[in-house]
């Protein structure tokens, strides 16, 4: 079954550390979008893509970065420079960018925790 | 600024219906949608709306008022698996999508 899987599901982090969240679709769509998601808050965009090898900052950027080497992968990383890291992230896909019904796929999410 | 308001949260009986609303203020409107969240887990979707009107979908029905900001989404016949939060987005003039923070459904026996 196509879809997108994200993980790890659970990630526990210590100030000061990097971490990588992974994103892999094979749903084989051109776009790729990275969320977070804090209470009481709408899903806010970390980074997005459009095509492999190209990414534009969303809202949030500061303190993430993304790499898009490959259709299928989108990883995001949480650096240490970010000063909140800890909340729900969400991956999701579409068949392309822009206009339209635009329907988004998402992967079931990766819960970050700083300690 | 952009905004999307909608209920933080609602309660509603096994069997009955329950409209839930979304009110928008957006740069430019490009289509609204409306996802299903269930705790912990990812949103899938559920409708969109582009031209003013009533989509059908099932038990599932969504209502769009450009001229109002507004939309609302209509669920018949609640089961208990519908318990769960109902996400508003509005893609802007810039394509981008804008959400609202959610509204939580809790269905009662």
């Known amino acids: 079954d196509g879809g997108i899987t994200q993980s790890p599901k659970y990630l526990f982090r210590k100030e000061g550390q990097n971490v990588t969240l992974s994103c892999e679709q094979n749903?084989?769509?051109?776009?790729m979008y990275w969320y977070r998601q804090d209470p009481g808050q709408g899903l806010r965009l970390i980074y997005y893509s459009q095509i492999v090898n190209d990414f534009q900052k969303g809202d949030i950027a500061e303190g993430y970065s993304v790499s898009r080497e490959k259709k299928e992968s989108f990883p995001l990383t949480v650096t240490s420079a970010q000063k909140n890291p800890t909340a729900f992230y969400l991956c999701?896909?579409?068949?392309?960018?822009?206009?339209?019904?635009?329907?988004?796929?998402f992967g079931a999410g990766s819960r970050l925790t700083v300690l | 600024g952009q905004n999307i308001d909608q209920p933080t949260e609602m309660t509603a009986t096994e069997g009955a219906i329950v409209q839930i609303n979304c009110t928008y203020q957006?740069?430019?409107?490009?289509?609204l949608f409306w996802y299903q969240q269930h705790a912990g887990e990812a949103p899938t979707f559920l409708s969109y709306?582009?031209l003013d009107g009533l989509e059908e979908k099932g038990r599932f029905s969504s209502f769009l008022s450009r001229s109002k900001g507004y939309s609302y989404l209509l669920l018949k016949e609640l089961q208990m698996k519908d318990s769960a939060s109902y996400l508003c987005a509005v893609m802007d003039s810039n394509y981008q999508l804008i959400w609202g923070a959610g509204t939580k459904l809790i269905i009662k026996p």
């Open positions: 999701a896909s579409s068949i392309r960018g822009g206009a339209g019904a635009n329907v988004l796929t």
């Open positions: 749903l084989n769509h051109d776009a």
């Open positions: 709306n582009v």
């Open positions: 957006t740069s430019g409107f490009n289509g």
